[in-house]
């Protein structure tokens, strides 16, 4: 890709950007969010047309006009929202083969002895088990990640395109696509990896390419780079701190959870949580923090237990009764339940409190316009206008909208299920200060990773959890990331 440009209604998204990717290699492409990846990758898919420069493949000039055109000179996208990859109603066989099945099967019968078997040989070579039959709504986030990667898999792709494809793998899992990149790089594959976790880029990636503000920032050999030297390419400064100085948690227990049991395998559990005061849940992925959180907020139904704030019983039957009871939710798939991406950053954030917005039948405008400033201003979000669609904002702001909309709700308990999955180093301390604002103000923040640096960098106390129970209580500053990944994978000591 040569002298790349991208206008958008006189907006400037790319400027004469290139990027070259040699036949069997694993090229890294970072930036902080909006710095035109995304849109880079647009280009190069087909989903976008661009403005200006040129695109060559084997040193022959194409155009690609539309993503089923991407696909047929070899170009293939896995993209970081899969649940827009995937149809939730077909089995796991005919996603697989979705392509076929719609571009390259002959006549008006169906081969399904084939398709299953085609799409099984696909699986293995993913190095994943998972019913053909199933419906691709029924699978777990991680399992619907790898579904599509083992769809670009059968596409046998001249280049493929990876966009933050561990952000919702266990380490396990990411051991397993590593070992598939691995094996497409030694077949001649290309292989574009997007990915914030610079950590693996340097132990998978041969060479990287730095965006910044929509520019080229550079090219470069990985063994001749270190992580703090990238993050100061892509924030055009250097990074001190990873976290802000944790606050004092005050006295008096706000939240306290008692042997709570319910939908998605939660058994047992029991913690408390004080007034100013960050909780880490720690665990792998399926150990149970994303159900726990559901349950919390009457998305996932308890069968016993109890929740008591400010030492009074509630139960949250729904996440309305949840939202009366104070309670405020950022869900880990933001795209599927945390915004409304076809709706503007004004309606989005001002959506959970509409009724403070209203004066009988009528919508106070000017208020709604008030409110929505502030909280744009308040996240960080970058945007020209709180009128803008999220769908057009990067990930990592369409993240803090998910964010904003709750900030003018005055919850008490924050429940954070992996906000900063998908971001820049630099939107993340962006995060993480809101999260610490919340907590100043003597807000109860409940905040659930897998990242074990983020549990020790912003926690004042840690619960892990295993197979939907907490294994271990461990106060933050006394723990390491060893002793998390023990209790998470059931260890004991």
Not at 66 to 73: G, H, I, L, N, V
Not at 413 to 441: C, H, M, N, R, W
Not at 456 to 478: E, F, P
């Amino acid at each position: 890709m040569t002298g790349i440009s991208k206008y958008f209604a006189g907006v400037t998204a790319l400027e004469n950007v290139d990027l070259s990717v040699a036949r069997g290699e694993v090229h890294a492409l970072v930036g902080a969010n909006g710095a035109g990846k995304s849109t880079l990758m647009k280009i190069l898919s087909g989903a976008y047309q661009k403005s200006a420069g040129s695109i060559s493949l084997d040193g022959e000039e194409l155009e690609v006009e539309s993503p089923q055109d991407a696909m047929r000179k070899g170009i293939v996208t896995v993209y970081q929202e899969v649940d827009v990859a995937i149809v939730p109603s077909l089995s796991v066989a005919e996603n697989i083969m979705m392509d076929h099945i719609a571009i390259d099967q002959p006549g008006i019968f169906m081969n399904w002895k084939m398709i299953r078997q085609d799409a099984a040989e696909s699986l293995r070579e993913v190095g994943i088990e998972i019913d053909l039959n199933r419906f691709a709504g029924e699978l777990t986030l991680a399992e619907k990640q790898l579904l599509v990667i083992a769809r670009a898999v059968h596409q046998k792709a001249k280049f493929l395109i990876l966009d933050e494809p561990t952000a919702s793998l266990s380490v396990e899992e990411c051991n397993t696509l590593f070992a598939i990149v691995k094996r497409l790089s030694t077949q001649g594959v290309g292989v574009i990896f997007i990915s914030h976790r610079l950590d693996e880029i340097f132990a998978n990636c041969q060479r990287i390419t730095v965006l910044k503000d929509g520019r080229l920032v550079g090219d470069y050999n990985i063994c001749a780079e270190t992580i703090d030297s990238i993050v100061e390419k892509m924030l055009g400064r250097k990074m001190q701190n990873a976290f802000p100085p944790l606050s004092t948690p005050q006295e008096g227990v706000l939240l306290e959870v008692e042997n709570l049991c319910g939908e998605g395998g939660i058994d047992n559990v029991s913690f408390t949580v004080n007034k100013g005061e960050i909780i880490g849940i720690g665990g792998l992925v399926g150990g149970g923090k994303t159900e726990l959180l559901k349950l919390l907020f009457g998305v996932n139904v308890v069968s016993s237990g109890t929740i008591n704030l400010n030492g009074k019983k509630i139960v949250n039957a729904c996440p309305d009764q949840a939202i009366k009871n104070r309670f405020a939710l950022v869900p880990e798939e933001r795209r599927k339940e945390g915004v409304l991406v076809y709706e503007t950053i004004e309606t989005n954030i001002t959506l959970p409190t509409l009724s403070k917005f209203c004066s009988g039948p009528f919508m106070l405008s000017k208020r709604i316009n008030q409110s929505s400033r502030e909280s744009v201003r308040r996240a960080a979000i970058k945007t020209s206008s709180e009128k803008q669609l999220v769908n057009n904002l990067s990930g990592g702001n369409q993240q803090k909208v998910a964010i904003a909309k709750w900030l003018i709700s005055d919850a008490d308990i924050y429940l954070f299920d992996e906000p900063t999955k998908g971001v820049d180093v630099g939107s993340k301390y962006e995060i993480y200060s809101l999260i610490i604002e919340l907590a100043k103000q003597g807000k109860g923040i409940i905040y659930a990773s897998c990242e074990f640096d983020e549990i020790l960098g912003l926690s004042n106390r840690a619960y892990v959890m295993y197979s939907g129970r907490i294994s271990k209580s461990l106060v933050t500053k006394d723990t390491n990331e060893e002793e998390l990944l023990l209790y998470s994978t059931g260890g004991m000591k």
